[in-house]
T-cell receptor, first 115, second 112 residues
Framework: NAGVMQNPRHLVRRRGQEARLRCSPM?????VYWYRQLPEEGLKFMVY????????ESGMPKERFSAEFPKEGPSILRIQQVVRGDSAAYFC?????????????FGPGTRLTVL | QKEVEQNSGPLSVPEGAIASLNCTYS??????FFWYRQYSGKSPELIMF????GDKEDGRFTAQLNKASQYVSLLIRDSQPSDSATYLC????????????FGQGTRLTINP
């Protein structure tokens, strides 16, 4: 009974490089959410996706960040030309439906460090 | 700006006592409310959810919701040292939307 899986768990990038974070939802879940937690801050919503669709990207920075959830394979959060301010923990969550009462279950997170 | 407010703490409670964690939210139309526990360096773990006014109990945990006051709380009875963590209040504020708005979290320490 695998939960939400994320990889890599730790990622180190130099300024200007690209970071790719992957998330596989729980079995039976088709809704994926990405959140970012900056050091000593709370979690902030970034984007909500279903298979092949971005439903809500109101929390995504306008530049350098993109997300996808293809028909096959994991959801990908991509950060281009990373800067030191991108250093954070990035959490993926999944839920089985799009009901507001559905619980979101979180993966272990990817901790991105930008040197 | 839709917000969720929590006292950041730290909140220190002796072992065996009741820990009370509070959360207020700004959007009167909010539908669902969640409490997550997060240990240092780990991911959020769901403790409880509540949708209706009143109390909801699950083991040592009780969630309380008062929509008129826009207030939700979590009580932890018989607190254990393993309950020491940061507790995150999360609210789904948008009808039809799915994004959770999180509070800053309350850091709880249970003293043996």
């Amino acid at each position: 009974n695998a939960g939400v899986m994320q990889n890599p768990r730790h990622l180190v990038r130099r300024r200007g490089q690209e970071a790719r974070l992957r998330c596989s939802p729980m079995k039976g879940h088709s809704h994926v959410y990405w959140y970012r937690q900056l050091p000593e801050e709370g979690l902030k919503f970034m984007v909500y996706l279903q298979k092949e669709n971005i439903i809500d990207e109101s929390g995504m920075p306008k530049e350098r960040f993109s997300a996808e959830f293809p028909k096959e394979g994991p959801s990908i959060l991509r950060i281009q030309q990373v800067v030191r301010g991108d250093s954070a923990a990035y959490f993926c969550a999944s839920s089985p439906r799009d009901s507001p009462t559905d619980t979101q279950y979180f993966g272990p997170g990817t901790r991105l460090t930008v040197l | 700006q839709k917000e969720v407010e929590q006292n950041s703490g730290p909140l220190s409670v002796p072992e065996g006592a009741i820990a009370s964690l509070n959360c207020t939210y700004s959007d009167r139309g909010s539908q669902s409310f969640f409490w997550y526990r997060q240990y240092s360096g780990k991911s959020p773990e769901l403790i409880m959810f509540i949708y209706s006014n009143g109390d909801k109990e699950d083991g040592r945990f009780t969630a309380q919701l008062n929509k008129a006051s826009q207030y939700v709380s979590l009580l932890i009875r018989d607190s254990q040292p393993s309950d020491s963590a940061t507790y995150l209040c999360a609210v789904n504020m948008d009808q039809g939307a799915q994004k959770l708005v999180f509070g800053q979290g309350t850091r709880l320490t249970i003293n043996p």
